[in-house]
Nanobody
């Protein structure tokens, strides 16, 4: 069974940093597009950052310049480095990935809370 297993997250003060990671397990297939989404209470899930297998990236305007997405293709792992965190970054962060068969997967979500 393919799983995207997230780690990281937690509670941090405004201006601080957190790092998330997400690794695909239970599969022999490589992953193409991988990314991070977030969902705050009462809001829709939104794209935070995404990366192609070749390393092309795109970011939500609200996080550009503060967050960095990176990946290790050999490990089917994607990372999100979050700096200069703001209270409005508080949300559940979800990893998403599409494998070479075009099957799409979601992680279980990890809570990020930024206190003011």
């Amino acid at each position: 069974q393919v799983q995207l297993v997230e780690s990281g997250g937690g509670l941090v003060q405004a201006g601080g940093s957190l790092s998330l990671s997400c690794a695909a397990s239970g599969t022999i297939f490589s992953f193409g597009n991988m990314g991070w989404y977030r969902q705050a209470p009462g809001k829709q899930r939104e794209l935070v950052a995404a990366s192609t297998r070749g390393g092309s990236t795109n970011y939500a305007a609200s996080v550009k310049g503060r967050f960095t997405i990176s990946r290790d293709n050999a490990k089917n792992t994607v990372y999100l480095q979050m700096n200069s965190l703001k209270p409005e970054d508080t949300a559940v962060y979800y990893c998403n990935g599409e494998d070479s068969r075009r099957f799409n997967y979601w992680g279980q979500g990890t809570q990020v809370t930024v206190s003011s």
